[in-house]
């Protein structure tokens, strides 16, 4: 189903969720992905929060 609502989300957030719940890889700490793509722990979070905002009335 998250395959199929990706389209709402910013590439940037894509990646985020993808690591943070393990879709098409490994399952990371936000910290990991924040050194990953070059961000502080807490700018993970933020980019996390907003892609779920995202994502919650599209399954609606």
Request: hydrophobic letters at 35%; proline letters at 2%.
């Given at each position: ?15 985020v ?44």
């Amino acid at each position: 189903m998250y395959k199929s609502i990706q389209y709402v989300l910013e590439s940037r957030e894509q990646l985020v969720l993808n690591r943070i719940y393990g879709v098409d890889a490994e399952i990371k700490t936000m910290s990991e992905i924040g050194k990953e793509i070059n961000v502080t722990l807490e700018r993970v979070r933020q980019i996390r929060y907003k892609a779920h905002r995202k994502i919650v009335p599209e399954l609606n």
